[in-house]
């Protein structure tokens, strides 16, 4: 079963460009690592880390049709940082996973237990089997 | 000398990797390697015979290259060892197109396909391990049905295989007993082959392989390994029974169409009979199990020509007996539906009750659809609508979603 796991970016001020290089390095470090060891296992479908919203646009079509892009403003809200898409055989192991990526460390290499969003992919059983 | 390449060629290539495999493991002593080596014979096959043809003996031709592969993989092993010569020697004398042969043995697959399942593989291992080491499927065609990126299913597969590697499983035939002891495990994986294959056979996955057909074609041979086991017939049956069904079951924009609104001059009749010609047999033996039961209920529903025709009290019988033989949440549920179809919705309904305290089934949506469906039948649909709603949410299927509702929206008139 297939399992998105988002993550948002922290808070004003909390952000990773606010941390010492050591701590940066072994969040990222932490992150690559989770990533080899759920690709090794088989269970990776793909991971992506996304800008920070500066570069985030929000897009509608005017009446024409044609794109009306609009800044954003990243104070007001929260933004997803990177998603993973996972590839499991329980909910359990989803769980286990979200739970590593929300300990991965934070300044000081304190864990920073971050909420991790974690949805079903729709690609669910068959309705009239069993 | 060589046969041009059809349709068949490709059946014959995968019909033959089992056989290859067992060859290559047995005189290798090294499953893994050797799974390697015969995914790469087969690979090579694929690649060269659509333009040279078949050659005389494509098992013959597969063996040697897989061994050729096998003593390459030695040699360079031992190299980097920095090994006495005397070794690489024995690996260089060997000399594949003498011995193949002699060097063919019927149980090689059903040694594979009881390796493949071992228990202590997860479900999605063992399929994946089972869908190439025996199916003779390319790493690249399991990817794409699973939807998942080629290089992690191939983490998964060598994965597998380090678990059967690091357990100590030896390449043996099992014994009688343990063998039976095993089997329901094996058709386990072969009917989660089946099921994972009826899901994409709806929605927008056309271009997938078709897994229900490999499920098919890997229990058929199953059967033929060993021959007269009612539950192996059982499950074939079963999934020839249900896979009838199949273009009645989606609509045109690929929508579901549940059993009781389905076109029935759309089943297919030739599957129907061998599924219940088989059944018959299976069931004339001694023991009945779980998969002859299941099969036996798929076929009273495909043996009635209108959705009217249906011997449900047949049915219910038989989910009675199922409740006994294999109890689980879904069988309960499912009999709860046959019951309503006799006694009455409200009959359902009220041994719908009996699985409220049952954590396996808590907040499942099937509980909320069978509900919705129940409480519809019996006039109330505010109440019903409610439950299609609940259960449209909880599905992860997503032509479920669209039929739950679907079902709400009929009801509320929009």
């Known amino acids: ?130 | 000398m060589s046969k041009p390449w059809d349709a068949a060629s490709e059946q014959l290539l995968r019909e033959l990797a089992p056989q290859v495999l067992g060859s290559v493991a047995r005189r290798f002593h090294d499953f893994a390697a050797a799974e390697d080596a015969a995914q790469e014979a087969m690979i090579a096959a694929f690649r060269q015979w659509p333009q040279e043809g078949v050659p005389d003996n494509p098992r013959g031709w597969l063996i040697q290259v897989a061994c050729r592969r096998m003593t390459d993989q030695l040699r360079s092993e031992i190299a980097r060892r920095d090994r006495e010569t005397a070794v690489a020697a024995e690996a260089e004398t060997f000399s594949p197109t003498l011995e193949i042969e002699v060097d063919m043995d019927p149980d090689d697959t059903l040694i594979l396909l009881f390796m493949c399942c071992h228990p202590a593989l997860t479900p999605s291992s063992a399929i994946a391990l089972t869908l190439r080491a025996v199916g003779g499927l390319t790493t690249a065609e399991i990817a794409n049905a699973f939807l998942v990126p080629e290089a992690t299913m191939a983490q998964r597969i060598s994965r597998a295989k380090q678990t059967i590697k690091a357990s100590g499983v030896p390449f043996r035939l099992l014994s009688p007993n343990e063998r039976l002891e095993r089997l329901p495990a094996v058709l386990h994986v072969l009917y989660l082959i089946f099921s994972e294959g009826y899901v994409s056979s709806t929605g927008s996955h056309l271009q997938r392989l078709d897994l229900a057909r490999e499920a098919i074609r890997l229990t058929r041979n199953t059967k033929t390994l060993l021959p007269a086991n009612p539950e192996v017939e059982g499950l074939l049956a079963l999934m020839l029974l249900t896979d009838a069904r199949r273009t009645a079951r989606t609509g045109p924009d690929e929508e579901l169409i549940p059993l009781d609104k389905q076109d029935r001059t759309l089943w297919d009749r030739a599957e129907i009979s061998e599924g219940v010609e088989l059944l018959t047999a299976a069931l004339s033996k001694a023991s009945v199990g779980l998969y002859q039961l299941q099969a036996a209920i798929a076929a009273v529903h495909d043996e009635a020509e209108r959705v009217e025709d249906t011997d449900w009290p047949q049915i219910l019988a038989l989910y009675e007996l199922l409740k006994r033989v294999a109890p689980s949440p879904m069988v309960t549920l499912n009999h709860a539906i046959a019951a309503a179809m006799v006694h009455g919705p409200a009959r359902g309904f009220e041994l719908l009750t009996a699985l409220d305290g049952d954590p396996r089934l808590a907040g499942h949506y099937r509980l909320h659809a069978v509900r919705a469906h129940l409480l519809e039948k019996m006039g109330d649909h505010e109440a019903a609508i409610k439950h299609y709603r609940i259960a449209a949410a909880r599905t992860t299927s997503m032509p479920e979603r669209n039929y739950l509702i679907g079902q709400a929206a009929l009801l509320t008139g929009d």
Do not use: C
């Open chain 1, 1 to 130: 079963m297939k399992y998105m796991l988002m993550m948002n970016t922290m808070k004003i001020g909390q952000g990773v460009p606010g941390w010492p290089q050591k701590d940066l390095q072994a969040h990222i470090g932490f992150m690559m690592g989770l990533n080899q060891e759920l690709h090794e296992r088989g269970e990776l479908v793909s991971a992506e880390g996304l800008s920070f919203p500066d570069q985030a646009k929000l897009v509608r079509a005017s009446s024409n049709g044609r794109p009306i892009t609009d800044g954003i403003f990243p104070e007001s809200k929260e933004f997803l940082a990177g998603f993973w898409i996972i590839d499991v055989d329980s909910p359990e192991r989803a769980y286990d996973i979200a739970a590593r990526i929300s300990a991965a460390p934070g300044p000081g290499g304190a864990p920073l237990n971050l909420p991790i969003e974690l949805r079903p992919v729709m690609s669910g059983p068959p309705p009239d089997m069993l």
